[in-house]
């Protein structure tokens, strides 16, 4: 972590150990779930235990959250730029897919369509760093 | 001063103050402000439009 302040330091560290945690927990979850739901997908439990990787989820989401609100306002303005940016490509692409539907194109997943969103983010992040010549996310 | 020692003392990222420097960013008032009484000059004499 060259070049970084003492505060960006500290604030990446609180970060880390929030996320990895909770991460590692979101995948256990979500290969747990999956293995329990085989064959008992009709029990009343299937709903909330489906529904269980999203705690750790909100953990992940929380922390990035309170990164950024940590950080100083060019950094804010990234994470928020980017948002909006993944917000549209979104909503045109889901709109785009949508008018394909109708023209015979399978019914798109959800799951996936949801899980995309993740890596957008931070793809568009990437190229607004780069944008404002800045070395690293 | 380095850009890192700058950033320390306005509480902002060396990154920003890299951007800054190279005219990609314009910082908003409070830190221009602040940079302005860090070197003891007016923001006038920093920034230019």
């Known amino acids: ?137 | 001063m380095s850009q890192a020692e700058l950033a320390e003392q306005l509480g902002v990222s060396r990154q920003t103050i890299n951007t800054i420097e190279n005219g990609k960013y314009d910082p908003s008032l409070p830190l221009a402000f602040g940079m302005a009484a860090l070197f003891g000059k007016r923001i006038e004499e920093i920034f230019f439009p």
């Open chain 1, 1 to 137: 972590m060259a070049g970084l302040t003492n505060k960006e330091k500290q604030s990446s560290k609180k970060y880390m150990r929030e996320t990895i945690p909770a991460i590692v927990i979101y995948l256990l979850m979500v290969a747990g779930s999956q293995y329990l739901l085989k064959g008992n997908e009709a029990t009343m439990w299937a709903y909330p235990l489906a529904l269980s990787p999203l705690i750790p989820a909100y953990f992940i989401a929380r922390s990035l959250v309170n990164f950024v609100k940590r950080s100083d306002e060019l950094i804010q303005k990234l994470h928020g730029d980017s948002a909006i940016i993944t917000l549209l490509i979104v909503i045109f692409s889901g709109f785009a897919y949508g008018f394909l539907t109708k023209v015979g194109l399978p019914q798109p997943d959800i799951f996936w369509a949801a899980t995309l969103i993740c890596p957008l983010y931070f793809i568009i992040l990437a190229l607004l760093h780069r944008k404002y010549g800045m070395g690293q996310c």
